[in-house]
């Protein structure tokens, strides 16, 4: 697997994927229910919410802060409670506010029971979900089993010596050829996807410890059963509060192979090594992710949320995990057998990675992801906090616009639930740092100049044109993108074209017509190399179909549905395009977008 530039994040990604000892949070307040479906819906909707789910995904660093310091929090999170209402979202994906040292922006964990201060208190999340609740939008956690802080109390004692019962907590490992006065070298060639190995030597003990990410997260040893039950407990804690389900990070790098053996140089053509971002050589994960073990793991804590779904305590809490995999059948594994499951909703990165403009290979992997996971369900998404923005990753400088509607035509339209990152529904674009000096984030460093980290897309949220965009008084604590003048909430909110507009419209037609609802997805005009067009077809109601020209020029499709007379109501288009009267004459514009309802015979 060559992981080449553009690869590499998604690489890095591929695995990036008790306050105290005693660990508690204050006391804990009586269950509260997870929010629930408008008035009327049925049990049967509270069981299935996460089918035709819309979910947010949120930086809480970057939404919006309320406070005056810079730095995005919670009570900024509840106070736009009502845009996201109106955006028509079912959930909000909350990354990491618990107490962290931050040197990974909270997915170093120091406490998984309580909230950061800079992002508030207990009492203030309990507030995000109970404003969130009264507008039927659900929050989800991010869960972080893979490591912790290295300030956790769990570390601090692991480390303290060899004796102690938090030892085997961690995974600490002799180097090779260690001498009384020389520590040796690290057990084995692994790496680190943030850059160079992965062991770290311990002076105080005279071991190494292994972390898959930074020196500062210290993985955790899966292989010992206290290590299960405190994240059960941790899970139990949250769900009790009304959180709806979690994000399982770095999942597939819970565990490695217990031989230690080197993991493979990767080469390239000539039989040279291949060199990352970081003057490391390129390796093969096959000793280090997605081994067998995480899935027992995930059954275990499936049943465990599983237990909290009861009559006085409706709603399933879903799990959501971050599963970046070579190909469908490890993905459709995800999901677990039919009598022990594992995911609700494990990502799907095989379309949100696709990186270019490929009609085929879209219309592949959407087709993948439709066939054969068996009856699951499909977790779409595009973008998220690791990676270059989508405008970034699929723009062409000229049409970005389109482009982006056309990505959400496939997002929100296909099957299955969809997860987009704040700011995608208005078109925000990376702004990486231009000097290393302005890095925060740890491989941009590292990396500099090939890697600049991912602070570019973790720029805040752009409200309106004011100073600093809305989002806070202070300087914030990663500069406004020059971008933020035209591009911002209130400008869009202003115009029917916008894109923010076209979010609204897409994510309407996802939650209100039956076949967007929970009809199968057919690709239809399957040769066609610059449209992608599929049906979606639901007994009991009318067709619908979805016409998207990837190509810089106009296109003009024609499509049949059999049993079906050609005549079409439309239901959504690109801006400024005409309605076409018939299946067999749809003319799209650049990267235009057609939706239209077929009429029965
Ligand atoms: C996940 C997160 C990423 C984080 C990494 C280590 O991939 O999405 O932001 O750096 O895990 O926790």
Not at 327 to 340: D, H, Q, R, S, W
Not at 367 to 375: A, L, M
Not at 458 to 477: E, I, L, V, Y
């Amino acid at each position: 697997m060559h992981k080449t530039k553009a690869t590499l994040r998604v690489a890095l990604a591929v695995f990036l994927g008790a306050a105290t000892l005693t660990a508690t949070a204050g006391a804990q307040p009586a269950p509260v229910p997870p929010a629930r479906h408008p008035a009327g819906a049925s049990s049967a909707g509270e069981r299935d919410w996460w089918k035709n789910a819309v979910i947010y995904e949120i930086y809480p660093r970057s939404f919006q802060d309320s406070n005056g310091d810079g730095i995005g929090d919670l009570n900024g999170i509840t106070a736009r409670l009502d845009y996201l209402k109106k955006l028509g979202i079912d959930a909000i994906w909350l990354t990491p506010c618990y107490p962290s040292p931050q040197v990974d922006f909270g997915y170093d964990i120091s406490d998984y029971k309580n909230i950061d201060p800079k992002y508030g208190t207990l009492a203030d999340f309990d507030r995000l979900v109970a404003e969130a609740g009264k507008r039927h939008i659900r929050i989800l956690m991010d869960m972080v089993m893979n490591h912790s802080s290295d300030q956790h109390p769990w570390f601090l004692q692991s480390r303290s010596s060899r004796a102690n019962p938090y030892r085997d907590w961690y995974m600490w490992r002799d180097g090779k050829g260690e001498t009384a006065t020389d520590k040796g070298a690290p057990p084995n060639n692994w790496e680190s996807l943030f850059g160079h190995s992965a062991w770290q030597w311990d002076a105080a003990t005279r071991q190494y410890y292994y972390h898959r990410f930074y020196i500062q997260q210290p993985d955790l040893n899966w292989n010992n059963p206290k290590v299960h039950d405190a994240f059960k407990e941790i899970i139990s804690s949250w769900l009790k509060r009304g959180v709806a389900g979690f994000r399982f990070d770095a999942v597939t790098a819970l565990y490695e192979d217990p031989s230690l053996a080197d993991e493979e140089i990767l080469k390239d053509k000539d039989g040279k090594p291949l060199i990352n971002a970081y003057g490391d050589p390129v390796l093969n994960d096959s000793k280090t992710d997605n081994l067998p073990g995480v899935h027992a793991v995930m059954q275990e804590m499936r049943a465990h949320a599983d237990s909290f779904s009861s009559a006085a305590f409706p709603g399933t809490r879903v799990l959501i995990g971050e599963t970046y995999l070579p190909n469908v059948a490890e993905l459709a594994k995800m999901y677990g057998p039919p009598n022990k499951p594992e995911f609700h909703l494990p990502m799907d990165t095989q379309v949100a990675f696709i990186n270019k403009l490929n009609v085929a290979a879209l219309r592949a992997k959407l087709n993948d992801v439709e066939t054969k996971i068996g009856d699951n369900t499909p977790l779409l998404l595009f973008d998220n906090h690791d990676n270059p923005r989508v405008q970034a990753r699929y723009g062409d400088g000229v049409h970005d616009t389109d482009i982006q509607r056309a990505l959400a035509a496939v997002l929100f339209l296909s099957r299955g639930s969809a997860q987009f990152y704040y700011g995608d529904e208005i078109g925000m674009m990376t702004t990486p740092p231009t000097r290393k000096e302005d890095v925060k984030d740890p491989i941009g460093i590292t990396g500099w100049p090939n890697e600049k980290g991912r602070d570019g897309e973790r720029t805040p949220m752009q409200w309106d044109a004011s100073a600093n965009a809305g989002f806070s008084k202070a300087k914030p604590w990663l500069p406004v993108p020059p971008s933020a003048s035209a591009i911002n909430v209130a400008a869009e909110s202003r115009d029917p074209d916008s894109l923010l507009a076209w979010y609204e419209n897409v994510i309407r037609l996802k939650k209100t017509i039956p076949a967007f609802e929970r009809g199968r997805n057919t690709m239809l005009d399957t040769k066609n190399d610059k449209v992608l067009s599929w049906m979606r077809k639901d007994p009991g109601s009318p067709p619908v179909v979805v016409a998207v020209n990837f190509t810089a020029d106009p296109q003009t499709v024609r499509l049949s549905v059999p049993g079906f007379n050609g005549k079409l109501k439309t239901l959504l288009k690109t801006p400024g395009a005409a309605d076409p009267s018939t299946l067999e004459q749809i003319q799209l514009g650049p990267f235009g977008v057609y939706v239209g309802k077929i009429l029965q015979r």
